[in-house]
């Protein structure tokens, strides 16, 4: 499950208290249990996936996505694979760890990996919050963020769009608070 920090240095895993601090800004957060199947274990330990691996994988949460259809209007969606031989992680990276909103909502559901979100609260006070395996979280339009990855710099996450257009950064200059690194130990 998720671990929200704050800038303060305190760190909360209670589901509860994290949906209520994220609900000032919209951010949804759910657990989405991961299906226990071995072939899904299987395309989920590939490094980087190729397309029909991607599809397979797509697959096993088809039914999340027909939900996501019929009730948010979600048109497509896709896996990306972060990992450190990735060619062109750094710039990928780059785009995204500096404060910014989307003209649409950014949904992901973390699948293998982790990565963290970071937030910019009403106050102006900002929190980041860890998000793994099981973890669906959807960022609405205009809520003001950053992603980055943990130190192991490896995510799998299901993104789900209405338009891909709507995912291009809209850079606030909102400077970031530095908080280190954040795992679950």
């Known amino acids: ?33 991961i299906p226990d199947n071995p072939d899904l274990k299987a395309l989920l330990a590939l490094d980087r996936p190729v397309p029909e691996e991607s599809e397979r994988l797509l697959g096993f949460f088809e039914s999340r996505f027909e939900t996501l259809k019929a009730t948010l209007g979600y048109q497509s969606r896709d896996l990306i694979s972060l990992s ?23 949904i992901r559901y973390v699948v293998e990996g982790a990565g963290i979100f970071g937030f910019v609260l ?50 606030t200059g909102t400077p970031v608070h530095p908080f280190g690194e954040i795992s679950r130990a």
């Open 1 to 33: 499950m998720a671990l929200l920090s704050f800038t303060d240095g305190t760190r909360v895993d209670d589901p509860q208290e994290i949906r209520k601090t994220l609900s000032g800004i919209g951010v949804c957060l759910e657990r989405w249990p």
């Open 84 to 106: 450190p031989g990735l060619p062109g992680l750094d710039g990928l990276l780059g785009r995204f760890k500096d404060c910014h909103t989307h003209d649409d909502d950014e």
């Open 122 to 171: 009403p106050d102006k006070d900002q929190v980041e919050l860890l998000v793994l395996p099981g973890d669906y979280i959807n960022v609405p339009r205009g809520a003001e963020h950053w992603f980055r990855l943990t130190t192991d710099r490896h995510i799998k996450a299901i993104r789900y769009f209405t338009s891909r257009e709507g995912w291009v950064p809209v850079y």
